[in-house]
């Protein structure tokens, strides 16, 4: 877990908002701001959802964006960072190859622009303003290796038999005509139904006519803006050139590798330990894992491992509401590592026992880090900074 512990807070809360923007951009690549266009016929979210993947494939999307990142409060950042600050730029989307992407956020003044670049399952983020290439690889999809033929679209009937498993967990709002970029369209909102933490919902709305997602936006449940949201002041659905995808970090950029690597004990042997007692022997640290914790029973005790080293991932609760725990070695440079905030963030310190942790509050969950006794601790959660703060003494 030494990229976890040595990362500075700035390019953690970086990394998790563009994973976001990967997620919505992959998914939904061409967005716009909404218009007073028309707005298409009623009908069921089954029969919408079948209609949208029905379409045909577009050639390929070109966009002006601009991205919202409320995840953090304007007064605790420091200089221009377009990742954390939001910023505009352009989007560009092909489905050659397996699939292309390409967002591009341009700093204000110039300077210290990011690129996000996904090809098929490959991606790389460069943060311009640290001159850092973070890359990795998304996890394939399942039913079948990449490249294997297009599937059949499944019936209406399927199609809602899905949304009424789905409506178990999740507050589905149906599909609600509305328009965006004067474009009629059909707009889903959807809540968890429970244990959903600080996230409220998420909105998706996709071109009645080609499918194509139009807009996609991230709410707490703690306020009526998004807290993430990508948007395009123009679209135009046309085949992209190839060049467009051929863009390289500056040769001086350090990259930092996010895929992990297979798990394994203190031994160097592979291990895939669950369970206290498993995982207590596949350690080198003294595992803290009480029964409970911030009133929230034990979920799960497993190994995990990132950057080649074996830490330990404690859960409580369920859902998003529950907390995580991630335990590691310290470094051996221990307190003399550098600040979490990396001096970019205006971080509060916390008083956990006779040890003073950092805290990061967010929009949609908080992170307290600390370190004790030789062991890192990483306390997590999509709750509110006094829950992790609880949990945090409670170890």
Not at 118 to 142: A, C, K, N, Q, R
Request: hydrophobic content about 40%.
């Amino acid at each position: 877990m030494t990229f976890l512990r040595r990362i500075s807070t700035r390019r953690l809360l970086s990394i998790c908002a563009l994973a976001l923007v990967i997620v919505v951009g992959g998914t939904a690549v061409a967005l716009a701001t909404t218009g007073g266009g028309p707005k298409p016929p009623a009908k069921p979210l089954a029969n919408a959802v079948h209609d949208a993947l029905e379409a045909p494939t577009v050639p390929g999307i070109s966009a002006d964006i601009h991205f919202t990142n409320n995840l953090v409060d304007a007064s605790s950042l420091e200089g221009k960072d377009p990742i954390l600050a939001g910023a505009g730029g352009r989007l560009w989307a092909s489905p050659a190859e397996g699939g292309k992407l390409r967002l591009e956020l341009q700093a204000e003044g110039g300077g210290n622009d990011s690129q996000v670049l996904v090809e098929g399952h490959h991606f790389e983020i460069y943060d311009g303003s640290s001159e850092t290439v973070y890359e990795g690889t998304l996890p394939e999809e399942e039913g079948g290796a990449a490249g294997a033929g297009e599937e059949e679209v499944p019936s209406v009937e399927g199609i809602q038999g899905e949304i009424e498993r789905l409506g178990m967990r999740v507050d589905l709002s149906g599909a609600i005509p509305s328009d965006v970029a004067g474009q009629p369209t059909y707009t889903v909102k959807a809540a968890p139904s429970h244990d959903g933490g600080l996230l409220g919902r998420v909105e998706l709305a996709w071109d009645a006519a080609n499918g194509v997602p139009l807009r996609a936006a991230v709410y707490s449940s703690e306020s009526s803006s998004p807290v993430l949201e990508l948007e395009a002041t123009g679209v135009s659905f046309e085949a992209v050139p190839a060049s467009v995808f051929e863009v390289s970090p500056p040769a001086e950029a350090n990259v930092v590798n996010l895929s992990a690597a297979g798990m394994k004990g203190p031994d160097g042997k592979s291990t895939e330990a669950v369970g206290e007692a498993a995982v207590k022997a596949a350690v080198d640290f003294p595992l803290a894992a009480p029964p409970s914790l911030a009133g929230l029973p034990q979920g799960e005790v497993r190994v995990i491992e990132f950057d080649g080293q074996t830490a330990a991932l404690v859960t409580y609760g369920k859902g998003l509401g529950g907390i995580a725990v991630i335990e590691s070695k310290s470094s051996p440079e221990g307190e003399a590592e550098a600040p979490i905030g990396g001096g970019a963030l205006s971080l509060p310190k916390v008083a956990i026992g006779n040890v003073k942790g950092e805290e990061l509050d967010t929009a949609l969950g908080s992170v307290l880090r600390f370190s004790r006794e030789g062991v890192d601790y990483v306390v997590l959660g999509s709750v509110p900074p006094v829950a992790v703060e609880a949990a945090a003494r409670g170890l």
